[in-house]
């Protein structure tokens, strides 16, 4: 008989285990399966995010490259004019001495020299409206402008206030962009660079070697683009569409992640990554992730069976006993002085605007004529009473604590905007509280009366924490003894 019970005993264990192993796997299973979609998801934002972030930043600094590269060749123009005689200078006067004009013109030529070699200029000269030139004017310029040299540099000039302006596409010409300023009224300097320069100034780091760096013209027109081949076509339709007319901003679809951000002469310079290309790393991370996963639940399955059968019980039970008795004065089953303190302090911080807290601190009236007179064992029974008389006038909720010998404390809490609510409140529990103990008595004829001194303090009145409203209810009980014992006093300013 006994055996069959053993077994039957063994087989229910076995079935428990059983049961107990299928429900971990299929619990590890379900969180490691989780946890992986979540980690992948949390790639794939991470990685978007960073590339997007990335990205922007990439294309705000090429735009900041740009405006910069842009702003150094106009100031480095503007060196012309601390040469007098480059803007006094006009070569178109008739009757002028030729001596001079060759001097002045030497002197101009030296300045204009003396600047030019601070820049990789293709050109950089002053055209007067005869054509006449002084300083370097590439053939290429020569011919690409021919008679209209003069007259077609000065269409370029479009900003009215600084007098100055810009010109990429001349005669769909983009291997050069110019940049002409008004001398006077017969004479524009023009400087000018090849577009391929621009590479230097669109140059990113290797991390985003994936990114195609455009710069467009208003009209959509492509002055330069990391593509070979794209410069002076126009958008691709491809980014062109997702770009809708926005000249600032950045975005991202299933495709691409571009960025644009507007510049120098009403130009855009436009970022662009293909999205496959920003999740490639996720997807090669992914095999190790759904690999590092399975292992886990094997081995998550494995300890948590083991863990459950040898040790989350037992521990279990004992560590709530250990807590128990750890946070209990065993002696009157109320909170003991630490515990008491931590769950007090709690209390009143996380007492919301409409809470009104109070400390009601009471020491035993004569306590050691108890234990002399009756016996320690009589002063025990006592103290456990005053358990008992404390859990019979305070609610459930109220926090119960022995704070050492024969002085007891509670922290109360009253659910109320209104401050007078918490001062009838702590009267009414202290009457309680001395009437309890008016009908209680020890001794083996019951003859010895036992009283209590309460003092008593409320937040934010008195203080916020417990040790402030514990100092201020100390010294009302100790104005409770002065009057003769057995009442209780609430803390107020006159008793410091």
Not at 47 to 56: D, E, Q
Request: charged share 25%.
């Amino acid at each position: 008989m006994y055996m069959v019970k053993s077994v039957d005993n063994n087989k229910r264990v076995r079935r428990i285990i059983a049961t107990m192993t299928v429900c971990y796997a299929l619990i590890i299973s379900v969180v490691t399966a989780g946890i992986s979609v979540l980690a992948m998801n949390k790639i794939d934002d991470a990685l978007k995010t960073k590339v997007s972030s990335m990205t922007s930043a990439l294309n705000v600094q090429m735009k900041m490259n740009l405006d910069s590269y842009l702003s150094r060749i106009e100031t480095t123009s503007t060196l012309v004019f601390a040469e007098e005689e480059a803007y006094l200078y006009d070569a178109t006067k008739e009757g002028a001495d030729g001596y001079e004009a060759l001097s002045t013109e030497k002197i101009i030529s030296d300045k204009l020299f003396d600047i030019c070699i601070m820049e990789n200029f293709v050109d950089f000269g002053i055209v007067y409206s005869n054509n006449h030139i002084v300083g370097k004017i590439s053939n290429g310029t020569k011919e690409l402008f021919g008679e209209a040299l003069y007259t077609d540099l000065s269409s370029f000039i479009n900003r009215q206030r600084t007098h100055d302006g810009w010109k990429t596409n001349y005669n769909d010409n983009y291997k050069r962009i110019y940049y002409v300023k008004r001398i006077n009224e017969n004479a524009v300097l023009v400087a000018s660079f090849y577009t391929s320069e621009l590479e230097s100034v669109f140059e990113h780091p290797d991390g985003l070697g994936d990114i195609t760096i455009r710069l467009a013209e208003n009209n959509d027109v492509l002055i330069y683009s990391s593509v070979e081949g794209e410069t002076g076509g126009t958008i691709p339709d491809e980014i062109f569409s997702r770009l809708n007319g926005q000249t600032s901003a950045a975005f991202m679809d299933d495709q691409y992640l571009i960025t644009v951000n507007s510049c120098g002469d009403d130009w855009k310079v436009i970022g662009s990554v293909p999205t496959e290309i920003i999740l490639k790393e996720k997807n090669e991370v992914q095999g190790y992730i759904i690999i590092i996963g399975i292992i886990s639940a094997v081995i998550g399955i494995a300890l948590s069976v083991l863990l459950s059968l040898r040790i989350y019980m037992p521990v279990d039970d004992m560590v709530s006993n250990l807590n128990k008795k750890a946070q209990i004065d065993l002696l009157t089953g109320v909170l003991n002085k630490r515990s008491f303190e931590e769950r007090a302090d709690m209390t009143l911080k996380n007492a919301g605007k409409d809470s009104r807290c109070a400390i009601i601190l009471l020491d035993v009236d004569n306590f050691k004529g108890v234990n002399d007179t009756l016996g320690h064992s009589y002063g025990d029974k006592v103290l456990a009473n005053i358990g008992n008389i404390l859990r019979s006038v305070f609610r459930g909720e109220d926090i119960l604590g022995r704070l050492g010998g024969d002085e007891f404390c509670v922290c109360i809490e009253v659910k109320s905007s209104d401050p007078e609510d918490i001062i009838r409140t702590v009267e009414h529990k202290c009457a309680q509280l001395c009437e309890a103990f008016h009908s209680n008595y020890t001794g083996d004829d019951n003859s010895y009366k036992i009283s209590a001194s309460i003092g008593a303090s409320v937040c934010p009145d008195n203080g916020r924490s417990f040790s402030e409203l514990y100092a201020c209810a100390d010294k009302a009980l100790y104005n409770s003894k002065h009057k003769g014992k057995d009442t209780y006093t609430i803390y107020r300013e006159e008793l410091k």
